[in-house]
């Protein structure tokens, strides 16, 4: 799929006949069996500038499927791999096609764990969930502190980490705008789900009444701003998005009187190292036991349908696109 601007300054997405030449020189050619739909891509398919810079151009920061030709002695042809972040999908040609050619540094072989497609179930969004996870275990949240909340819950990353919390023996709050998507987050792992309001607090006060033990936050704005001020003393709260506003509007108290801790994810950068363990506990002690029901299958042919409907976000759990 590519996105186009035309001279009036629109953007389109359409499927198109490329040649592999087209590609960037890179080591590794990649034919491109799955992908998925992140908010990332269709930022950068509908022209979104920080995200990506040249047009036309074939988003997708998300791809599984086998070496067709290498340049690097680490990989072979009938190689299975994926590939997460770095730059894929934004300024260089990502999964929403039928090839990539990347870096090998870039490159993670297939977890014996996970099918192509299951690696592309997570994509970016299990991922992101995971990394967050992992910082908040590593600054000491357990299960035995309470509850844990969710907001976004039931889009890709939200309902990611709901489940693996869930796999994890954390209980779970499932914040949505959904209400009507509220028993599909119990069956994958949330122990309750409350609406958005609930977390969207207008009082005006530093400090609320504390709720949650520790939270992932994936909206950002004045949800991420109310999850901080109830997270009760020495709780977690990691943050990866801002569907709901980039912008953060809190005061110093729930830091230095609640000893909260605002913990940033970024999972574009994550080392390679890091990035290999995370995907070896995804394949095994953090797999949520019904992660094939977390996706719908599209085809490629389907994306320019499914842009609008996730900048909506009127999409839900993950979108994994069929390019094979
Ligand atoms: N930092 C990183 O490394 C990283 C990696 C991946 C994603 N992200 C970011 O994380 C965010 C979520 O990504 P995603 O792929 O999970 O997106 P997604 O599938 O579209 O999920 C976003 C969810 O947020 C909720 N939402 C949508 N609009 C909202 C609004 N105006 N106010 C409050 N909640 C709203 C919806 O869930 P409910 O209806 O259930 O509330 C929606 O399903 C995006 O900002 C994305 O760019 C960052």
């Known amino acids: 799929m590519v996105a186009r601007e035309s001279p009036d300054g629109r953007f389109s997405q359409k499927i198109e006949e490329r040649q592999v030449s087209d590609l960037p020189e890179n080591e590794v050619l990649i034919r491109v069996k799955y992908s998925g739909l992140n908010y990332k891509d269709a930022l950068s398919a509908s022209g979104n500038r920080g995200v990506t810079k040249k047009y036309p151009f074939q988003p997708g920061i998300d791809a599984s499927g086998i070496v067709e030709d290498s340049g690097n002695a680490l990989f072979r042809p009938g190689d299975e791999v994926l590939v997460t972040g770095y730059d894929l999908g934004m300024n260089t040609d990502g999964g929403f096609g039928e090839y990539i050619r990347v870096p090998a540094e870039w490159i993670v072989p297939r977890p014996q764990g996970l099918t192509l497609k299951a690696c592309m179930i997570y994509g970016t969004a299990g991922f992101t969930a995971a990394l967050g996870i992992d910082k908040m275990l590593r600054m000491g949240q357990t299960p035995g502190d309470g509850e844990v909340l969710v907001t976004g819950a039931s889009g890709g ?27 599909h987050l119990m069956r994958i792992g949330a122990n309750r789900v409350i609406p958005r309001e609930a977390v969207d607090d207008d009082s ?26 109830a997270c009760k003393v020495h709780g977690s709260v990691a943050c990866c998005g801002n569907v709901r506003s980039y912008n953060l509007e809190t005061t110093i108290f729930p830091f230095i009187l ?11 950068t994550c080392s390679m190292e890091h990035r290999r363990k995370l995907w070896d506990l995804l394949e095994d002690k953090w797999k949520p ?10 085809e490629l042919d389907d994306l320019p349908s499914y842009i609008p409907r996730i900048l909506e976000g009127k999409t839900t759990g993950r979108i994994v696109v069929n390019t094979g």
Not at 289 to 298: E, F, G, N, P
């Open 157 to 183: 990353v939200g309902s990611l980490a709901v489940s693996i919390f869930s796999r994890l023996g954390f209980s779970v709050i499932a914040a949505t705008g959904k209400h009507e998507h509220s028993d």
């Open 204 to 229: 005006g006060r530093p400090l609320l009444r504390t709720r949650w033990a520790g939270a992932y936050d994936t909206v950002g704005g004045n949800i991420l701003a109310t999850v901080i001020k």
């Open 258 to 268: 609640n000893g909260v801790n605002l913990l940033g994810v970024n999972s574009a």
């Open 289 to 298: 036991a019904h992660l094939d029901a977390m996706a719908k299958t599209i």
